[in-house]
T-cell receptor, first 119, second 120 residues
Framework: AQKITQTQPGMFVQEKEAVTLDCTYDTSDQSYGLFWYKQPSSGEMIFLIYQGSYDEQNATEGRYSLNFQKARKSANLVISASQLGDSAMYFCAMREGRFGGGTASKLTFGTGTRLQVTL | DADVTQTPRNRITKTGKRIMLECSQTKGHDRMYWYRQDPGLGLRLIYYSFDVKDINKGEISDGYSVSRQAQAKFSLSLESAIPNQTALYFC???????????????????FGPGTRLLVL
């Protein structure tokens, strides 16, 4: 079974609107971390936001927020007030296991969602 | 200057050739990683290293080898390149997390700009 599932291959959103990118995950570990990365057309991977499994509040970083629903095993990325520069691929990733442990550094990535922001 | 650099940024090679992709970082991180990205498959881990003496295989290590020459340098080699190794390759680094409980924001992986490799 896939550990990270992003069911939306592509999304469109109008400028200034909010958009939610879906991510569900599968793990039996109690300690894990969830990440979102942005990949613009230039190719680099840009870290956006992190949510730890023990974090009680949803993570926020500027216009990015993470809607973390632990019981549903979902970690959706919300981008508020979309901008043309937000057009990119977005990847959800998970780090499993005891924090700081040997295997805990490995990230498993989803297949990504391509977001296109329109005027 | 970028914290994580990769050279070359683009490379075209022929089947059977040996090539090396290099990664350098100035973040002072202990842990370094090599990933490849194929369309529709996301990123997959090739090798990772927790320090100079510790190198581990990832999920797709066949056909690749690595060398951790120093804390700041981690090289990926394709001993005999084949066309299905055509991909975008990323190096990443992360800091060593403290044992015992998660710390917000720690162990985030930071990526280099990527190397586009085409094997003909």
């Amino acid at each position: 079974a896939q550990k990270i599932t992003q069911t939306q291959p592509g999304m469109f959103v109008q400028e200034k609107e909010a958009v939610t990118l879906d991510c569900t995950y599968d793990t039996s570990d109690q300690s894990y971390g969830l990440f979102w990365y942005k990949q613009p057309s230039s190719g680099e991977m840009i870290f956006l936001i992190y949510q730890g499994s023990y974090d009680e509040q949803n993570a926020t970083e500027g216009r990015y927020s993470l809607n973390f629903q632990k019981a549903r095993k979902s970690a959706n990325l919300v981008i508020s007030a979309s901008q043309l520069g937000d057009s990119a691929m977005y990847f959800c990733a998970m780090r499993e296991g005891r924090f700081g442990g040997g295997t805990a550094s490995k990230l498993t990535f989803g297949t990504g969602t391509r977001l296109q922001v329109t005027l | 200057d970028a914290d994580v650099t990769q050279t070359p940024r683009n490379r075209i090679t022929k089947t059977g050739k040996r090539i090396m992709l290099e990664c350098s970082q100035t973040k002072g991180h202990d842990r370094m990683y090599w990933y490849r990205q194929d369309p529709g498959l996301g990123l997959r881990l090739i090798y990772y290293s927790f320090d100079v003496k510790d190198i581990n295989k990832g999920e797709i290590s066949d056909g690749y080898s690595v060398s951790r020459q120093a804390q700041a340098k981690f090289s990926l080699s394709l001993e005999s390149a084949i066309p299905n190794q055509t991909a975008l390759y990323f190096c990443a680094t992360s800091d060593y997390g403290l044992a015992g409980g998660p710390i917000r924001g720690m162990e985030t992986q930071y990526f280099g700009p990527g190397t586009r490799l085409l094997v003909l």
